[in-house]
């Protein structure tokens, strides 16, 4: 994330997914979903970041995370 937040100056905000119902999705445009295990995100949250998709927000997933 060194490389968005401090090479690009694009301002990065990084998430713990074990956190994930507590966090303000409208804060964001964009998520980047690193290849990961995202299993354990519960299908409330699933919920949330499906509505926030189809609110015209973009995701950006990596490796397995693209598998969610």
């Known amino acids: 994330w060194f490389h968005?937040?401090?090479?690009?100056?694009i301002p990065a905000t990084l998430l713990d997914i074990q956190k994930w119902g507590n966090f303000r999705l409208d804060k964001y445009n964009t998520l980047v979903f690193p290849?990961?295990?995202?299993?354990d995100m519960s299908e409330s949250g699933v919920n949330k970041l499906r509505d926030w998709i189809k609110?015209?927000?973009?995701?950006?997933?990596f490796g397995n995370a693209a598998k969610f």
Not at 4 to 9: A, G, I, K, P
Not at 35 to 39: P, T
């Open 35 to 39: 290849s990961g295990n995202y299993s």
């Open 55 to 61: 609110q015209g927000n973009t995701l950006i997933a």
């Open 4 to 9: 968005t937040d401090v090479e690009l100056n």
